[in-house]
């Protein structure tokens, strides 16, 4: 079956899925009650136990995790397919370093204990600080110029969050700030969701606008600048549009690595190699890992508290060079 007629079905299992591991995340937890009385529980207004872990904790964490792996999937496959690039992801032009280094700040400062969403605002504020970065020091310039600038970026910001860390005179900050940045979906709550669902949502409709141009640019930058396509819109949407959603999941989230990486690689032959039909499969493929991730952390080590980012690495990294090894020779 050929990669077009294929389409539709890989949607609709990607979807299915994506369901099916919601639901999931919503019914699996420590507190061991049963699927149907928790999703009872869910739309319950009597305040009792039951519908205050399903209300306050596993909805927001579910739909945080929903979320956050759309935005992964989707912001990876558009920066993949616009800086023709097979290792772009989201940290490849600072957004998540920089985020990162906000919500660092916050904590060593005792901004994120003064105020309540001190934490996430600041991070949300470094990933736009990074997006504007990196389009003052990219310019006009081409897409190794956006690349560079990125790199240049990210690397000042994880120098500047290893400076806080060593000049950290608590241990205890020192130790959050740490724990922070290996990523979790834990103890979030419905505010974390209403927070970074706008900034989250107003990235996607920045990275969908960019479809069809990325179907030209496969056929070379010229030839798409031939055809009508404005590099420089694209450009701007790709990169506000990563800055906008990946900062908000960032900021909610912490750092989560891989999931950008490796969803587009693997969706990438099931959807013909098209960027416009790439980027759906990719954003249901990122919510269906973090998902799948998120209730796998519930279950091994549950009294450790494993953390998110910790365990997308671990399965995400060796996939990565299981990929790499197969495409060897489209790298030569």
């Not at 050929?2 to 299992?13: E, K, N, T």
């Not at 039909?277 to 954003?283: C, D, E, H, I």
Request: proline content about 5%; glycine content about 12%.
């Amino acid at each position: 079956m050929s990669a077009g007629r294929s389409y539709p079905l890989l949607i609709l299992s990607l979807s299915g899925l994506t369901a099916v591991l919601f639901f999931l995340s919503l019914a699996l937890g420590p507190a061991g009650t049963g699927f149907s009385e928790s999703l009872a529980a869910l739309f319950s207004r009597d305040g009792g136990a039951i519908a205050l872990i399903m209300q306050e904790i596993r909805l927001p964490r579910a739909l945080l995790g929903l979320m956050t792996g759309m935005t992964l999937g989707l912001s990876g496959a558009v920066l993949q397919g616009f800086l023709r690039n097979p290792l772009a992801e989201p940290g490849l032009i600072g957004v998540s370093s920089t985020a990162s280094l906000g919500a660092v700040l916050a904590i060593y400062t005792g901004l994120s204990a003064a105020v309540p969403l001190g934490l996430p605002l600041a991070a949300l504020a470094g990933a736009l600080i990074a997006v504007l970065a990196v389009q003052a020091l990219a310019g006009s310039g081409g897409m190794l110029t956006v690349i560079l600038a990125g790199v240049a970026v990210s690397s000042f910001s994880s120098a500047m969050t290893s400076l806080a860390l060593n000049l950290s005179p608590n241990p205890f900050a020192a130790l959050e700030i740490m724990f922070w940045m290996l990523g979790s979906l834990t103890d979030r709550s419905m505010t974390h969701v209403y927070l970074a669902a706008p900034f989250m949502v107003a990235g996607w409709i920045m990275l969908f606008a960019t479809s069809r141009s990325l179907d030209a640019l496969t056929l070379g930058r010229d030839v798409a600048a031939s055809m009508g396509v404005d590099l420089q819109r694209v450009r701007r949407l790709a990169i506000f549009g990563t800055a906008f959603s990946v900062g908000a999941a960032t900021a909610v989230a912490g750092a989560i690595g891989f999931v950008g990486l490796v969803v587009p690689h693997l969706l990438r032959p099931l959807t013909g190699a098209m960027p416009s039909r790439l980027l759906p499969a990719s954003a249901l493929g990122g919510a269906c890992v973090i998902l799948a991730a998120d209730i796998l952390v519930r279950f091994v080590a549950p009294g450790r508290d494993l953390k998110l980012g910790v365990l997308t690495a671990i399965v995400g990294a060796p996939f990565f060079l299981f990929l790499v090894y197969k495409s060897r020779k489209d790298f030569l």
